[in-house]
């Protein structure tokens, strides 16, 4: 199995800045892309930023400029600079994950989706 590993979250002042970071571990996977999203109290999960490998970074308008999602300096991880944080970014973020995975040495392949536990971002005075 893969699994996600979050850390980086924490209670910030507006203004301040917290890195995310996240690592996919297991055997036998390829990671079609890793990143962030995240759900706030009363709203749904939105996708705060992404790295496709092989594609360009996507980022949900509301954090352009201000949150920047990069390679780790480990094999399949990520990780997401946050700048200029404001009370509008708190949130239960979570990792993703889309892979392929080989259950068995040269046996078919299988696409998932991984889901980290999640780490909370609480940007408050």
């Known amino acids: 199995q893969v699994q996600l590993a979050e850390s980086g979250g924490g209670l910030v002042q507006p203004g301040g800045s917290l890195r995310l970071s996240c690592a996919a571990s297991?055997?036998?996977?390829?990671?079609?892309?890793l990143g962030w999203y995240r759900q706030a109290p009363g709203k749904q999960r939105e996708l705060v930023a992404s790295?496709?490998?092989?594609?360009?970074?996507n980022y949900a308008d509301s954090v352009k400029g201000r949150f920047t999602i990069s390679r780790g300096s480990v094999e399949n991880t990520v990780v997401t600079q946050m700048n200029s944080l404001k009370p509008e970014d708190t949130a239960a973020y979570y990792c993703?994950?889309?892979?392929?995975?080989?259950?068995?040495?040269?046996?078919?392949?299988?696409?998932?989706?991984?889901w980290g536990q999640g780490t909370l971002v609480a940007v408050s005075s």
């Open positions: 993703n994950a889309g892979l392929f995975i080989r259950h068995s040495p040269n046996g078919p392949t299988e696409y998932l989706e991984v």
């Open positions: 297991g055997n036998s996977f390829s990671i079609i892309t």
């Open positions: 790295m496709p490998t092989g594609g360009d970074t």
